[in-house]
T-cell receptor
Framework: KAGVTQTPRYLIKTRGQQVTLSCSPI?????VSWYQQTPGQGLQFLFE???????NKGNFPGRFSGRQFSNSRSEMNVSTLELGDSALYLC???????????FGSGTQLSVL | GENVGLHLPTLSVQEGDNSIINCAYS??????FIWYKQESGKGPQFIID?????DKRQGQRVTVLLNKTVKHLSLQIAATQPGDSAVYFC??????????????FGQGTILTVHP
């Protein structure tokens, strides 16, 4: 069974640009969560989607958004990038809500 | 104040020793706990989980202990191997309150296993 797949693996952007990250969950998993990981703040919850609906949201500005498609694949978007958005963005999937998460390898975003 | 950088606790052990990694959680409403292992360049990998109706759970070479009275979680790794070297995170999931549904991670512990 394939794991959680995130693309791209690495991304370099400049301030002010926007970026879209993609995540394909484990087959059969209907919940997708996104996390931001930085050396300064550790792992921080961004949002969670289930059945194409955002079920939960972390404390991030509105520049961070996401969506989930009918096949459970998810994308997250960050607009008007700031230097502080440089981080490893991790996607995780689970069978349902409130269940253990399985993580992808992440997308390493560098904002210059 | 704002974190300028997390200084992760570290644990160094010799190959073959047992390792114990500790975690204090803050939310008394948390009822589900998970340990993850993260190797360099990879995402966190699920190790073991435990629900609040249990105080101990064993897996292959790993044991998780939960003490709800003092809000403490520990991960024991038996016969630690060099491949166990990684950052270990505990995570808690709250059953209610403002953190409901959000898996909250601890800061992590760096485990280094020397051959």
């Amino acid at each position: 069974k394939a794991g959680v797949t995130q693309t791209p693996r690495y991304l370099i952007k400049t301030r002010g640009q926007q970026v879209t990250l993609s995540c394909s969950p484990i087959s059969g998993h209907r919940s997708v969560s996104w996390y931001q990981q930085t050396p300064g703040q550790g792992l921080q919850f961004l949002f969670e989607y289930f059945s194409e609906t955002q079920r939960n949201k972390g404390n991030f500005p509105g520049r961070f958004s996401g969506r989930q498609f009918s096949n459970s694949r998810s994308e997250m978007n960050v607009s008007t990038l700031e230097l502080g958005d440089s981080a490893l963005y991790l996607c995780a999937s689970s069978l349902g809500l409130q269940e253990k998460l399985f993580f992808g390898s992440g997308t390493q975003l560098s904002v210059l | 104040g704002e974190n300028v950088g997390l200084h992760l606790p570290t644990l160094s052990v010799q190959e073959g020793d047992n390792s114990i990694i500790n975690c204090a959680y803050s939310n008394s409403a948390s009822d589900y706990f998970i340990w993850y292992k993260q190797e360099s360049g990879k995402g966190p990998q699920f190790i073991i989980d435990i629900r609040s109706n249990m105080d101990k759970r064993q897996g292959q070479r790993v044991t998780v202990l939960l003490n709800k009275t003092v809000k403490h979680l520990s991960l024991q790794i038996a016969a630690t191997q060099p491949g166990d070297s990684a950052v270990y995170f505990c995570a808690e999931l709250a059953a209610g309150g403002t953190s409901y549904g959000k898996l909250t991670f601890g800061q992590g512990t760096i485990l280094t296993v020397h051959p």
